[in-house]
């Protein structure tokens, strides 16, 4: 995973479960961003351990005494349907809004299309974890990591930020 960092995080075009278009990292320039691509149901599965503990880290608003640091930060969790799958994007959009939280929705985005280009890249070979790019403001990867959600890996993307 090393030899993305520093590497421009490829164009992707992916919707909102309203279908509205999202282009990555374009329409993220400006501030970091944290992405997490998964493109099975497995990966899925674990790319889903990561909601909570990035919600509250980055987008939830800190209020109260004990207020932590504040982020400013883009935060995109992107199922991939590939190939075959392409097709099951819109069950996927319905499934969401049904199950998941709605304060969730809008950092959620589906992408429906080739893979190649993204396993190149990327380097994601395994299909059964998600993987994690943090882009700087100019879009380039500063950091990346995979698998299920962590303390330490959570650790890591904030000291990123931070910095």
């Known amino acids: 995973m090393g030899q993305v960092i520093g590497k421009q995080f490829p164009d992707m075009t992916a919707e909102t479960v ?79 809004m049904k199950n998941v939280d709605p304060k969730l929705l809008p950092y959620i985005l589906f992408y429906k299309g080739e893979l190649r280009k993204y396993k190149d890249e990327l380097d994601f070979e395994r299909r059964d974890i998600p993987y994690f790019f943090v882009l700087d403001p100019d879009g380039k990867i500063v950091f990346a990591t995979e698998g299920r959600f962590s303390d330490a890996k959570m650790e890591s993307i904030e000291a990123v930020i931070e910095n």
Do not use: C, H
């Not at 790319?47 to 005494?65: A, C, R």
């Open 18 to 96: 309203e279908d509205k278009k999202v282009n990555l990292p374009l329409d993220v320039k400006g501030k970091y961003t944290l992405i997490g691509l998964a493109y099975s149901k497995k990966s899925e599965d674990e790319l889903n351990s990561w909601f909570g503990p990035v919600y509250s880290t980055f987008i939830e608003k800190q209020t109260g005494m004990m207020q932590s640091i504040s982020y400013d930060v883009n935060v995109y969790f992107v199922p991939m349907f590939t190939g075959v799958n392409a097709a099951a994007t819109g069950t996927a959009k319905r499934k969401a």
